[in-house]
Nanobody, 125 residues
Framework: VQLQESGPGLVKPSQTLSLTCTVSGDSISTKYYYWSWIRKPPGEDLEWMGAIDWSGDTTYSPSLESRTSISRDTSKNQFTLQLSSVTPEDTAVYYC??????????????????WGQGTQVTVSS
């Protein structure tokens, strides 16, 4: 499976960051897939943000849950991230990633074995 992120590279503070991940090679509705957003701020470790599974159920990092929404468009085989009320601390490389496994949603980046190339998002006025 291949993943590709797309979206604006510059977002103003207080606005909503919106990114799309286009998936090829398999359907996002295939059973047991978890489709996640993971980010890497400069000088920091990878941070798992949230996921949507094959059935459309979502799981979010508690630290970001109040500002994060992940949705999907099965007709386009895409899933999207919206992060509201952004600040410069949200500046990071954003990745979409996938893993296919039964059981609970994977919430650590090391569990994911398919990754997009990443896209830089800068929050600045």
């Amino acid at each position: 499976v291949q993943l590709q992120e797309s979206g604006p590279g510059l977002v103003k503070p207080s606005q909503t960051l919106s990114l799309t991940c286009t998936v090829s090679g398999d359907s996002i509705s295939t059973k047991y897939y978890y489709w996640s957003w993971i980010r890497k701020p400069p000088g920091e470790d990878l941070e798992w943000m949230g996921a949507i599974d094959w059935s459309g159920d979502t799981t979010y990092s508690p630290s970001l849950e109040s500002r994060t929404s992940i949705s999907r468009d099965t007709s386009k085989n895409q899933f999207t991230l919206q992060l509201s009320s952004v600040t410069p601390e949200d500046t990071a490389v954003y990745y979409c990633a996938a893993v296919r496994t039964p059981g609970l949603c994977r919430t650590t980046s090391r569990d994911y074995d398919h990754w997009g190339q990443g896209t830089q998002v800068t929050v600045s006025s």
